[in-house]
């Protein structure tokens, strides 16, 4: 991450090199950072966001459930 100086403060930020590996509706490399209406689809963009953020949750959930059986 790194910072952007603004006027009401410093402001955490993408680093740019990441900006090119992200994808909308995809769990990116980065922990913890999904992204949700990067884009904008013919479909709509409320629409597609929608979808997006259901993948993301099931990627999350995912996630989780692997995590807790590794505790058990």
């Known amino acids: 991450m790194v910072a952007q100086a603004r006027a009401t403060g410093t402001t955490p930020t993408i680093d740019v090199g990441l900006v090119a590996a992200l994808r909308a509706g995809t769990v990116t490399p ?26 993301v949750a099931r990627a999350i959930a995912g996630e989780l459930s692997v995590r807790w059986d590794q505790l058990l």
């Open 30 to 55: 980065v922990a913890g950072l999904p992204f949700v209406g990067m884009t904008n689809p013919l479909t709509g963009a409320l629409f597609q966001i929608g979808r997006e953020a259901r993948a």
